[in-house]
């Protein structure tokens, strides 16, 4: 295999922690499981507590779903072959991007086939280089490269900073076409975007709102709409975005909006237009998974109380949760190499967890990262807390 001198030296050279997990046998990236995830799973030879998984409400192995999913297979085959544009339209495409319209009480909806993507094609489109977008710093990673491929030009406010914020747009007040873009809920902090003092600066200096709803959609707001719902500015958001890996347990995304809005995106957007459909086996899955969604309200008290008992099991341990809100539960660890070892050993002890470091957060800022779901049991959870104590003590997280 031939690769240039340069790119050679800069892959052999590089010393980000991540890689001297790989040098030392602490890397804890890419477990294979053996099975379905739901409360627990199998990797390799034995059971784990899934304490990382974005199955919030517990449907991936829901078998209304999966019947869903194999009906339209035997009707629709494999996949489309095509993009959305051409041939790769199903009723059921259509039959989705109306659900999410209607969920969301907006003119229309536009999916795509991965959450990333989704907020890649709607900033790119819609923002170019005459649009100011303020965006929080903490904003993932498929924000970032939205603005960036827009051409947009870009101011960053300290997370949450709401003096900040209005300090940029303020300062920026001579833009015509300005975006305000923050998540509903941080998926490395857990904690929600003040959506009330955002919406009431938007309108006073002219700018647009898109939320990333990813995780929220599904058990935050009466309804289960997200961080707007609950906050109470829905009518006012320009742009909400939903993934459907999460709550709904496929794969895919919306972007929920006005007609004309969702129109342009469609036609300006490369990665709807240039992208293969969603198969039409997942849109299936995905309307049926909507379905237990509206119906199964248990689903998401069973998520919240699971989300509380882990919480407040972590904080009685004595560990720093990062102040979260949500069931994205940090566990500040702050070294890098700490954090990789007590991955490593968790998973030994039949606990699966995902690490957060360097470069996802700041180095030497690193955490564990649980994503609490409906499908854990209590005795699952005692049986996490019990190994978390175990490992946080050697490692003097806690005492």
Known sequence: MMISAGLKEKIDNETFPIMEGKRTGNYVFEPSFASAQSGSAKLGDHQVVMLTSNNYLGLATNEEIKQALKQATDLYGSGTCGA??????????????????????????????????????????????????????????????????????????????????????????????KIIIVEGVYSMDGDLAPLRTINELSKKYGASILVDE???????GKKGRGVSELLGVEQDVHMRMITFSKSLANVGGCIATDRKTATYIKHYANQYIFNASLPPAIVAGTLKAFDLLETEQWRVEKLWRNTIRFRKGMIHLGFDTMNSSSPVVPIYVGSDEINMKMTKELLAEGVYIATAMYPAVPMNESRLRATITAALTDDEIDFALKKFEKVGKKYELIH
């Open 84 to 177: 959305r544009l051409h041939n790769g339209t199903t009723i059921l495409h259509r039959q989705l991007e109306q659900r999410c319209a209607d969920y969301f009480g907006t003119e229309d909806a536009v999916i795509l086939s991965a959450g990333y993507l989704t907020n890649v094609a709607a900033i790119s489109a819609v923002a170019d280089r005459d649009t100011l977008v303020v965006t929080d710093q903490l904003n993932h990673m498929s924000i970032v490269d939205g603005i960036k491929l827009s051409g947009a030009q870009v101011r960053i406010f300290r997370h949450n900073d709401m003096q900040k914020l209005e300090y940029i747009l303020e300062k920026n007040a001579s833009f015509n076409k």
């Open 214 to 220: 990813a995780h929220s959609f599904g058990f935050i």
